[in-house]
């Protein structure tokens, strides 16, 4: 079939009562600006939830993330780069957060991974995000994939979408939506699958309007109802 943006709007609008509900349930990215004011701590508190929430029910994760932030000292980059094994051993021992060995040593190693981008651009990590055009947001699942600590496949995209920058999520529903459309035959895993799925995502972000995350939704919505 033809993917065009009228369709699929017209799809998922038959899924509410108004105009209202539908644009209500949409998910928002951030502004640049707002993705600026960002410390840098939150972008390392957000990475280590996302690795924490892989694999398991998120739920159980957001539960304990109060106990996280006060466990790790809100996550500032320049002393969560020093963690070492001793530090990781003694977390080990705190009932009061997920223990997993393999998970808490991705935090200083994610750390350091943005003070070297910090370094390397003359700037946060935040702006180097916030800059980041979302006409390629693959590069930059790729880039923190590639330099970041457990952040390949969905991860990197789980990552961005809770500090709120504009990407697409690679659910199952969307990949249906996309194979349906035959922008791929499955699960894109490939950087030329991949790149045709962006530039699908591309194409509607430009005649509709709407950021990744919203077409994104739309997507899920336009195969399960319920999503």
Same mark, same amino acid.
């Given at each position: 079939?033809?993917?065009?943006?009228?369709?699929?709007?017209?799809?998922?609008?038959?899924?509410?009562?108004?105009?209202?509900?539908?644009?209500?349930?949409?998910?928002?990215?951030?502004?640049?600006?707002?993705? !600026?004011? !960002?410390?840098?701590?939150?972008?390392?508190?957000?990475?280590?939830?996302?690795?924490?929430?892989?694999? =398991? *029910?998120?739920?159980?994760?957001?539960? !304990?993330?109060?106990?996280?932030? *006060?466990?790790?000292?809100?996550?500032?980059?320049?002393?969560?780069?020093?963690?070492?094994?001793?530090?990781?051993?003694?977390?080990?021992?705190?009932?009061?957060? =997920?223990?997993?060995?393999? !998970?808490?040593?991705?935090?200083?190693?994610?750390?350091?991974?943005?003070?070297?981008?910090?370094?390397?651009?003359?700037?946060?990590?935040?702006?180097?995000?916030?800059?980041?055009?979302?006409?390629?947001?693959?590069?930059?699942?790729?880039?923190?994939?590639?330099?970041?600590? #457990?952040?390949?496949?969905?991860?990197?995209?789980?990552?961005? #979408?809770?500090?709120?920058?504009?990407?697409?999520?690679?659910?199952?529903?969307?990949?249906?939506?996309?194979?349906?459309?035959?922008?791929?035959?499955?699960?894109?895993?490939?950087?030329?699958?991949?790149?045709?799925?962006?530039?699908?995502?591309?194409?509607?972000?430009?005649?509709?309007?709407?950021?990744?995350?919203?077409?994104?939704?739309?997507?899920?919505?336009?195969?399960?109802?319920?999503?």
């Amino acid at each position: 079939m033809n993917l065009t943006y009228q369709w699929l709007h017209d799809t998922v609008r038959e899924r509410f009562d108004s105009d209202e509900a539908m644009e209500a349930f949409l998910p928002q990215a951030l502004a640049a600006d707002e993705l !600026k004011r !960002k410390g840098d701590d939150r972008y390392l508190s957000a990475m280590t939830r996302r690795v924490f929430q892989a694999g =398991v *029910q998120h739920s159980v994760v957001d539960a !304990k993330w109060p106990d996280f932030e *006060q466990a790790f000292s809100g996550f500032m980059p320049e002393a969560m780069a020093l963690l070492d094994e001793a530090d990781i051993e003694g977390h080990m021992q705190n009932q009061r957060i =997920v223990r997993d060995r393999a !998970k808490l040593r991705s935090i200083p190693r994610n750390a350091r991974f943005i003070l070297d981008v910090r370094q390397e651009r003359g700037g946060s990590f935040a702006a180097f995000i916030a800059d980041w055009p979302a006409a390629d947001i693959i590069g930059l699942w790729r880039l923190l994939a590639k330099r970041g600590a #457990r952040l390949g496949g969905r991860s990197a995209a789980g990552f961005l #979408r809770l500090v709120g920058k504009d990407t697409f999520l690679l659910t199952s529903d969307v990949v249906a939506r996309l194979a349906a459309a035959g922008v791929v035959a499955r699960e894109p895993t490939s950087q030329r699958d991949l790149q045709a799925v962006q530039d699908a995502f591309n194409a509607l972000r430009q005649s509709s309007g709407r950021p990744l995350c919203q077409l994104s939704a739309m997507f899920a919505l336009s195969i399960h109802p319920a999503w």
